[in-house]
């Protein structure tokens, strides 16, 4: 979600959106225990007709359809099940990006045709599905072993109708923190140690952009604070109860302070040369990565993977991760599972066990995608985890004291347009010499064409 993936991104989670650009990224794991992608992130390339595994003769067969690399197979989870479950054979159906997998799970929701046994939705998702196809999809509160206190409450509250109906058990998420280069803070004079960045923006946006400005000051040649104005505003608009919406469901991102507040920051940092210029998840942001050409970004877990993936071998060690300003989520996936599926019983028993704790803290171990269990968090698998760009950081310490201080935040049917007009059509244009109230203007214009459709 995502990336991610994507993200991506979307990833992206989100190719679509600074959420969806999150998903729509490759993504490479959490390194001292292997190579992998963004969980729930889709790629922004590859076969767009998907791909299945195995066979299954003589046994009942569990498919999946996901997008992106969940990461599930990559973990050993398929095997592990079906070596738990000798009768069961799982095989997983594969669209690189949310942007076309979903569009046509609409469809296959909307015919009652087509489906697989498990259906993965994205975060950005997540809320039109609860609202348009509750119907379609199982009550997955009801599966053996499944009670709301297994997930981050916030995260379970998304997947439910208002009369009480779970359609998607969650996977990962993503709580928000910032990477940062330790090499490139030193040589623009600003602390180093963890501890003592944090405390240089705690509790405001605001004070982030001001460091920016202080690293800009001695900042080394050629490089800028943060990456891109889109992993900024994602980032601050990542803790906000209500951001494109209201509780009733109302529209509200023109009307909404934080939305235009986030908005301005944003585009302050970006006219004062303080992000980068390029958008996230494209090939020309990947460069930037590669060529040290900032200092920090707006960093949930599985964003350390995709730096792994994009940097010199040279830069191994070089990165740490701070708290961020505030508390905030990027990214997450669902795994839901269709009524009209041919085992919808056995798919559901296979959906509960793959978004058990034990089996979430595998998959960050192996994928970095991090858990919405909270029991995952105390797991040896989470607690020891170490990444390379890091080196000896306690990365799932820190992720997980970020996962439990995030807020329940409002997700609108469309939130993804909306996120991907404010950074694919508005604050990018201010790197490009729009002013930031031509960007505004922009950004409102494609968003309110694109509701409409």
């Keep these: 979600m995502r990336a991610r993936t994507l993200p991506q991104s979307q990833l992206r989670s989100s190719r679509g959106t600074a959420t969806t650009r999150r998903k729509a990224v490759v993504l490479t794991a959490v390194v001292s225990l292997g190579m992998g992608l963004l969980a729930g992130c889709a790629d922004d390339g590859g076969d767009e007709s998907g791909s299945s595994s195995g066979g299954g003769e003589g046994k009942t067969v569990i498919t999946l359809g996901l997008f992106g690399t969940q990461g599930f197979k990559e973990a050993g989870l398929y095997a592990e099940y079906e070596k738990l479950n000798p009768d069961i054979k799982i095989q997983e159906n594969v669209v690189e990006r949310n942007e076309n997998y979903y569009p046509a799970l609409v469809n296959h929701l909307t015919t ?26 199982m009550d997955l509160s009801k599966v053996e072993g499944v009670k709301a206190s297994g997930w981050l409450d916030w995260k379970w509250k998304q997947a439910t109708t208002k009369d009480g109906q779970t359609v998607g058990l969650g996977t990962d998420v993503g709580p928000m923190a910032i990477c940062y280069r330790k090499d490139l803070f030193e040589k623009a004079g600003l602390p180093t140690d963890r501890e003592e960045v944090g405390k240089l923006w705690a509790g405001s946006w605001d004070k982030l952009v001001e460091v920016g400005e202080d690293y800009k000051a001695k900042a080394p040649k050629d490089t800028t604070f943060l990456d891109s104005p889109g992993g900024l505003i994602n980032a601050i608009l990542s803790g906000e109860s209500e951001k494109f919406y209201d509780a009733s469901g109302k529209v509200i991102y023109k009307t909404n302070p934080a939305v235009k507040n986030a908005f301005d920051l944003t585009a302050k940092a970006a006219k004062d040369g303080l992000t980068g210029n390029q958008t996230q998840f494209q090939p020309a942001w990947d460069t930037t990565i590669a060529n040290s050409k900032f200092a920090a970004i707006s960093c949930p877990p599985w964003m350390l993977g995709y730096i792994k993936g994009k940097s010199q071998p040279d830069a191994a060690g070089k990165w740490d991760v701070a708290a961020a300003p505030k508390p905030g989520n990027w990214g997450g996936t669902f795994l839901a599972v269709p009524k009209s599926g041919k085992n919808s019983e056995e798919a559901a028993k296979l959906a509960a066990w793959l978004t058990a704790p034990e089996q979430q803290a595998k998959l960050f171990a192996k994928q970095g995608s991090f858990p919405s269990a909270p029991a995952a968090y105390d797991l040896p698998q989470v607690t020891d985890a170490k990444n390379d760009m890091t080196g000896d950081s306690p990365i799932g310490t820190i992720f997980a004291e970020a996962a439990k201080e995030i807020p329940a935040q409002v997700i609108g049917p469309k939130d993804q347009i909306v996120q991907q007009g404010l950074t694919d059509n508005g604050v990018i244009l201010v790197t490009q010499g729009k002013s930031p109230a031509e960007a505004w203007k922009n950004a409102v214009k494609t968003i309110d064409n694109n509701l409409e459709k």
């Design 112 to 137: 009652n045709s087509g489906l697989q046994d498990i259906q993965a939705v994205e975060v950005g998702n997540i809320a039109e599905v609860v609202e348009t196809q509750a119907s379609k999809l």
